[in-house]
């Protein structure tokens, strides 16, 4: 709540242009640590503007939040003497590792398909495959393929109507989180339209990293491999010596 | 409690990670065998990625066969000179399993391999456990001793070798092979391989069950250590904390297991523990059979 009255007076101390967007993060650094099990991220803001506010058509805002690119591999089960093996295998060139769009109302309703195209909003145009082997004709199966997966993990959502507008002027919504989250910085956009046009748009960045012992293990892992792989057996070892030890104790 | 795992980049509970590592380590005190062929399916059905939980099952078998071996080295039960040619060949193989775990999983058949290994493996053993063990409750109440067989085709073969603690005369091609054959296994499967060494050991090698135990438990140290290393370099894919997690688990059922299986008589040990491997057998094999409920599955992109 403080917060919200931070940016109405924002919003009354500086000059605007046309409409404006005005916004806040309940955080913007998100922390893997050992207890880490998903979050939440309320994103609020305001529309800036100088002139009154356009009847019609109504202000809509759209939030994205994406995850960092990755390259992924769809492949497809097929039946192969009697048992199901991986058969054809589509290479998916850059697909965020998190999406979640959240609309004020039907996304097709906020969103013409022409600024959509331009904008890349909805989670297939936010997925980017070239080409697929010509040995296999039904591509675009492998996309939907990777959305419903993923859509099913929470990984990619659609929250369509979540995000509440009062007077055309302050809008907020809840953007949830994962366990499973990948690090990097988290691409946030929002939109505002009115007529499915885009008349504003705003980025920034949310910082996912993992912290503390987390962190540490995970670089340990890639940057000195070797060393990370002996300290591992190094651990398993001491744990059987001092379970044989504790257990001679025991029956002593 | 939810813990994030920093490797495997998922998050699970940590009590159902510490009971899983408990039951496993009760059944492996009970019946002598490591856990690994039980403990990695289970990983896959909550949820780690298979290449995660082999390369992690491989460190946490360095643990349970260490603490294991100490007590078979005060008993005079290892034989040192078997277990190090049993070692030599068991390294050459978990070099070539995990060249082969590459190559798969840059195929994206890595999945397929390790369920298949695990159903042919699990199966026969299982099921010649099952019969075996049938066949001793019979003669048990006949009361006449299994016979054992002293002279085979293993015994024609050249480079022979004395093993005193065995009390065996013979060529060291045969045990080369079986620890070769071992060493792919624990790449592959993320397993110590005891279930198909001690069988292999008995019955090809005719080593005397008593030091049989101790001797594959001392080299599949080495091995699984070695395994953890390359999938360690190789694929970054051992998780420490997870390890940790069923470490606790399973040495701490692994004491309650070791008691539970003194008041047990050995031929109802078997058998139980034959069908609990036919039990994720049959499991692994109906995943393969039934077309799944999803066709299409998502990895990291493959090739490099």
């Known amino acids: 709540m403080r917060a919200l009255a931070f940016v109405l007076t924002l919003l009354l101390a500086l000059p605007a242009a ?40 109504r202000l809509q805002v759209i939030v994205t939040v994406a995850g960092p690119h990755e390259t992924f591999t769809v492949r497809r089960k097929e039946k192969v003497l009697g048992i199901w093996v991986n058969t054809d295998a589509v290479e998916i060139d850059s697909a965020p590792s998190f999406y979640a769009v959240s609309t004020s109302t039907a996304l097709g309703l906020s969103l013409s398909d022409t600024e959509d195209l331009r904008h890349r909003v909805s989670i297939p145009r936010a997925i980017r495959s070239v080409g697929a082997p010509d040995t296999i004709e039904d591509a675009t199966r492998f996309t939907e393929a990777l959305i419903r997966i993923k859509s099913r993990s929470n990984q990619y959502q659609l929250n369509e109507g979540t995000v509440s507008v009062d007077e055309q002027t302050l809008f907020r919504t809840a953007i949830e989180l994962p366990a499973a989250l990948t690090e990097g910085d988290y691409q946030t956009r929002i939109f505002l339209t009115r007529g499915g046009e885009v008349i504003s748009k705003y980025e920034t960045s949310i910082y996912v990293r993992k912290v503390g012992l987390e962190r540490w293990l995970f670089k340990l892992s890639r940057e000195n491999a070797l060393l990370y792989g002996i300290m591992s057996i190094a651990i398993a070892i001491a744990a059987g010596w001092t379970a044989s030890a504790v257990f001679r104790i025991f029956r002593a | 409690m939810q813990i994030y795992l920093p490797i495997a980049e998922v998050s699970v509970n940590a009590f159902l990670l510490l009971g899983l590592g408990g039951i496993v380590g009760i059944l492996s005190g009970m019946f002598g065998v490591g856990g690994g062929f039980l403990m990695t399916p289970l990983l896959f059905f909550i949820g780690i990625p298979p290449a995660v939980a082999v390369a992690t099952e491989a460190n946490q078998i360095v643990a349970s066969s260490f603490s294991g071996v100490l007590a078979h080295l005060k008993r005079k039960t290892v034989d ?35 369920k298949l290994c695990y159903v042919v493996f699990l199966g026969v053993i299982g099921g010649l456990m099952f019969i075996e063990s049938l066949n001793a409750i019979r003669k048990t109440k006949s009361g006449k001793p299994p016979a054992r067989k002293k002279h085979n085709w293993i015994h024609g073969l050249p480079f022979k070798m004395r093993f005193r603690v065995s009390g065996l005369y013979i060529s060291v091609i045969p045990p080369l092979l079986v620890g070769v054959s071992v060493g792919i296994l624990a790449a592959i499967m993320g397993v110590g391989g005891g279930f198909i060494m001690v069988p292999a050991m008995i019955y090809l090698l005719g080593m005397p069950t008593k030091v049989v135990v101790g001797t594959s438990l001392f080299q599949i140290i080495f091995v699984t250590a070695f395994t953890t290393l390359l999938h360690a370099t190789t694929n970054f894919t051992v998780d420490i904390v997870l390890a940790v997690l069923l470490l606790i688990g399973g040495v701490i059922g692994a004491q309650i297991g070791t008691r539970i ?8 040990l078997r058998i ?13 094999a109906l995943d393969l059979l039934l077309m799944p409920s999803e066709l299409y599955s998502v990895g990291a992109a493959g090739g490099h």
């Open chain 1, 18 to 57: 046309a409409e404006d967007i005005v916004l806040g993060l309940s955080k913007d650094t998100v922390s893997i640590n050992t207890s880490f099990d998903g979050s939440e991220i309320l994103v609020f803001g305001a529309v800036k503007r100088e002139a009154p506010i356009p009847d019609d058509p």
């Open chain 2, 80 to 114: 040192l000179r078997m277990g190090t040619v049993l070692l030599i060949g068991g390294l050459i193989g978990a070099a070539l399993g995990v060249v082969v775990f590459n190559y798969l999983k840059a195929l994206g058949q890595v999945d397929l391999l390790v």
């Open chain 2, 261 to 268: 299986g003194v008041k047990m008589k050995a031929e109802q």
């Open chain 2, 272 to 284: 139980l523990l034959a069908i609990m491997v036919l039990a994720v057998c049959g499991k692994l």
